[in-house]
């Protein structure tokens, strides 16, 4: 099977950098994304890691560590727009299917 | 930029009706996919198509059925309808053939309300 946990909920303060982290059990592996959701609205993708390392976005940056089946999601210079739910996804190794983890709500206070 | 296109962004149903939800992916994408998304839920892959074929099943009811007809557009058939189908049904494309990015682009959503 497959599976991927996140934090249920994460709260912060405006300006305040703020990490989410993801740990999956995949069958075949081709790379972790992150997309992000606001209430009601359709999930946007916002980075995608295939390789070891750090990419950086603006002010996000997302990480994997494929030995440790884990990555995560940074946001920096956090802003209020920035509440919403983000999760992250793998894309079955099989398939062409993502998988979504079980999303993380952040709540950006001022 | 043309994104995905979903309709009705709304629709309310009885128990054991019929609902038809439609998705017109971005031009040129080869790969729709079906995803279910219940109140402060992930999103759950129901299934996909590529190049109009049926690619892969998830977690998808007997009662509801798919298909992507010639012109790449999709529909999702949802028969005798259930209180727990009320939920956000989104569609999303991918072009595989430019790469795997991991990127799905999703339309906003189709909001199903069974009463």
């Known amino acids: 099977g497959q599976s991927l946990e996140q934090p249920s909920e994460v709260t912060a303060v405006e300006g305040a950098i703020v990490q989410i982290n993801c740990t999956y059990q995949?069958?075949?592996?081709?790379?972790l994304s992150w997309y992000q959701q606001h209430d009601g609205g359709a999930p946007t993708f916002l980075s995608y890691n295939a390789l070891d390392g750090l990419e950086e976005t603006g002010r996000f940056s997302s990480f994997l560590s494929r030995s440790d089946s884990y990555g995560y999601l940074l946001l920096q210079e956090l802003q209020m727009k920035d509440s919403a739910s983000y999760f992250c996804a793998v894309r079955d190794g099989n398939t062409d299917k993502l998988i979504f983890g079980t999303g993380t709500r952040l709540q950006v206070f001022p | 930029a043309a994104g995905v296109i979903q309709s009705p962004r709304h629709l309310i149903k009885e128990k054991r009706e019929t609902a038809t939800l439609k998705c017109y992916p971005i031009?040129?994408?080869?790969?729709v996919y079906w995803y279910q998304q219940g109140p402060g839920q992930d999103p759950q892959f129901l299934i996909s198509f590529y190049e109009k074929m049926q690619s892969d099943k998830g977690s998808i009811p007997d009662r509801f059925s798919a298909q992507q007809f010639s012109d790449y557009h999709s529909e999702l058939n949802m028969s005798s309808l259930e209180l727990g189908d009320s939920a956000l049904y989104f569609c999303a494309s991918s072009q595989l053939a430019g790469g795997d990015t991991g990127e799905l682009f999703f339309g906003e959503g189709s909001r199903l309300t069974v009463l």
């Open positions: 031009p040129r994408h080869d790969t």
């Open positions: 995949t069958s075949g592996f081709y790379g």
